[in-house]
């Protein structure tokens, strides 16, 4: 007879993992899709915001166009008639980077800077109007000329 060796039971045995669970599985699943939603999400809001940036940076070179050619056409403040003047249609630059397109409404305002001594010069307002998802944005450019 051979002696008696001391045999462990089989329940005291450490199972050996073969495989994730499903919990881990689903805890896993759900945060890919929370980090992949935050980053659609974030490449969205760059977009429009990138887009948004463009067209006020067109409108500012509307803005500054129009501006220049209004102070160059009438270099008297007498010339520049007094009061608002309504839309000038649509004005803007095609893809290409030339004037034209059909994106932007010009309005411009002419007021006479007045003191004690009467008129002394105008100051012009070029306002540059545009539609956009989230309704219709404007900017203004102004300028002061004296006599």
Same mark, same amino acid.
């Given at each position: 007879?051979?002696?008696?060796?001391?045999? $462990?039971p089989? +329940?005291?045995?450490?199972r050996?993992?073969?495989?994730?669970?499903?919990?881990?599985?689903?805890?896993?699943?759900t945060?890919?899709?929370?980090?992949?939603?935050a980053?659609?999400?974030?490449?969205?809001?760059?977009?429009?915001?990138?887009e948004?940036? %463009?067209?006020?940076g067109?409108?500012?070179?509307?803005?500054?166009k129009r501006?220049e050619?209004?102070?160059?056409?009438?270099?008297?403040?007498?010339?520049l008639?007094?009061?608002?003047?309504p839309e000038t249609?649509?004005?803007?630059?095609?893809?290409?980077?030339?004037?034209?397109?059909?994106?932007?409404?010009?309005?411009?305002?002419?007021?006479?800077?007045?003191?004690?001594?009467g +008129?002394?010069g105008?100051?012009?307002?070029?306002?540059? $109007?545009?539609?956009?998802?989230?309704?219709?944005?404007?900017?203004?450019?102004?300028?002061? %000329?004296? $006599?």
């Amino acid at each position: 007879m051979t002696p008696m060796t001391s045999m $462990k039971p089989m +329940t005291s045995m450490k199972r050996v993992r073969r495989a994730f669970s499903l919990i881990e599985v689903l805890v896993s699943s759900t945060l890919l899709v929370i980090g992949i939603s935050a980053v659609v999400v974030g490449v969205s809001v760059a977009l429009t915001l990138h887009e948004h940036e %463009r067209k006020v940076g067109r409108a500012l070179l509307v803005a500054e166009k129009r501006m220049e050619s209004l102070l160059l056409l009438f270099p008297n403040a007498t010339e520049l008639n007094e009061g608002v003047h309504p839309e000038t249609g649509f004005e803007g630059f095609d893809a290409d980077g030339r004037p034209g397109g059909d994106d932007f409404r010009v309005v411009y305002v002419v007021t006479p800077l007045v003191d004690g001594s009467g +008129t002394t010069g105008f100051k012009l307002d070029v306002t540059i $109007k545009w539609d956009e998802r989230i309704g219709e944005r404007e900017l203004t450019l102004t300028t002061a %000329r004296g $006599k």
